[in-house]
């Protein structure tokens, strides 16, 4: 009855769409991920975890916090196992890749001088 799809377009500066490199991260971890899969994880975490707080940034806990997180979030959100899995890959691969990995020139905007 209710499309919550609107949702996931607004106010998604602090969930960051994930990229090529986030995907090439995430396949070396758990082979076989598609770009789908974290896109889904990004759209659950957006959709189930919303509803009684508002949205953790990702960088906001590590990735071991993730993964004890989600799975004590679980019940509440009412999550299916592999929801919980798709969203500990996407948060955990969102932070995980946070600080390193993304330097090869990949998207990064360079060096514009932010004022
Ligand atoms: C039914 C309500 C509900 C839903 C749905 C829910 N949470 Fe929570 N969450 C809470 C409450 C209440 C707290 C604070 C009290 C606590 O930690 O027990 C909390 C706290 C948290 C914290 C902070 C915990 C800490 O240790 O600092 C994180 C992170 C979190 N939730 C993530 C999530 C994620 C991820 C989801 C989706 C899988 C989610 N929540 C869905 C109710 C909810």
Sequence with gaps: ??????????????VPEPTPSHLQWASQQWPG???EDLMKGRQLYVLKCSGCH???????????Q????V???????????????LIVRYLVTV???KEDSLGENAS???????Q
Excluded: F
């Design 1 to 14: 009855m209710m499309t919550g799809v609107l949702l996931l377009t607004s106010c998604a500066g602090t």
């Design 33 to 35: 991920t598609r770009m």
């Design 54 to 64: 508002s949205l953790h940034r990702p960088d906001e806990l590590s990735p071991q």
């Design 66 to 69: 993730w993964e004890k997180t």
């Design 71 to 85: 799975p004590e979030m679980m019940t509440r959100a009412k999550l299916t196992q592999e929801e919980a899995m």
């Design 95 to 97: 932070t995980e890749t």
């Design 108 to 114: 990064t905007t360079g060096t514009r001088s932010g």
